[in-house]
């Protein structure tokens, strides 16, 4: 158990609908990360925040959103849904926003559009 | 983004030592080389990280070499529970502070009796 909480695990919507997925850090985590997993795009990095501020932005798309909360706790909006949007969701957490300290990921958010 | 190149796939005997190779001839002086395992559709796990010396956890051990140009992370008694893919990443850092972990296609290791 690597202590990031995802939740839901599994999520069933249809095109057009919107989402959020929503990540927990680990204890005493500043930085959260997302990550998309796709079966022909392998793992993309989404965006970053650092104590509720964007820090980093990856390949993430404009009908996508993110944000970090006071308690720390980040969630992806997913809005405008297509069936390429299909795939896992990862959230890792580290402990500050640096780049030479490990990052652990939580089990994912599976998300199925149909 | 310092980009890295591992074989698709390498086997081990269970009991034995995996050495799995990593090149990454691009990196730059101050960016960490990374090593995460993913088992099925299960989130990345974190293996070890280092800069340029050879470092060892309880996982694994990382070898660098000189010119930093490439890395073998060594399992050194690799069990049937070793079987994942393993991903060789150079950790970036990005404008404005912020880095991410640029995964690749990685190493689909199969460890067999």
């Known amino acids: 158990d690597s202590g990031v909480t995802q939740t839901p695990k599994h999520l069933i919507t249809a095109t057009g609908q919107r989402v959020t997925l929503r990540c927990s850090p680990r204890s005493g985590d500043l930085s959260v990360y997302w990550y998309q997993q796709s079966l022909d795009q392998g793992l993309q990095f989404l965006i970053q925040y650092y104590n509720g501020e964007e820090r980093a932005k990856g390949n993430i798309l404009e009908r996508f959103s993110a944000q970090q909360f006071p308690d720390l706790h980040s969630e992806l909006n997913l809005s405008s849904l297509e069936l390429g949007d299909s795939a896992l969701y990862f959230c890792a957490s580290s402990p500050t926003g640096s780049f030479n300290t490990e990052a652990f990921f939580g089990q994912g958010t599976r998300l199925t559009v149909v | 983004d310092a980009k890295t190149t591992q074989p698709t796939s390498m086997d081990c005997a269970e009991g034995r030592a995996a050495n799995l190779p990593c090149n990454h001839s691009?990196?730059?002086?101050?960016?960490?080389v990374y090593w995460y395992r993913q088992i099925h559709s299960q989130g990345p796990q974190y293996i070890i990280h280092g800069l340029k010396n050879n470092e060892t956890n309880e996982m694994a051990s990382l070898i660098i070499t000189e010119d930093r140009k490439s890395s073998t992370l060594i399992l050194p008694h690799a069990t049937l529970r070793d079987t994942a893919v393993y991903y060789c990443i150079v950790r970036v850092r990005l404008t404005g502070g912020g880095n991410k972990l640029t995964f690749g296609t990685g190493t689909q290791l199969k460890v067999e009796l």
């Open positions: 691009t990196i730059s002086g101050n960016e960490y």
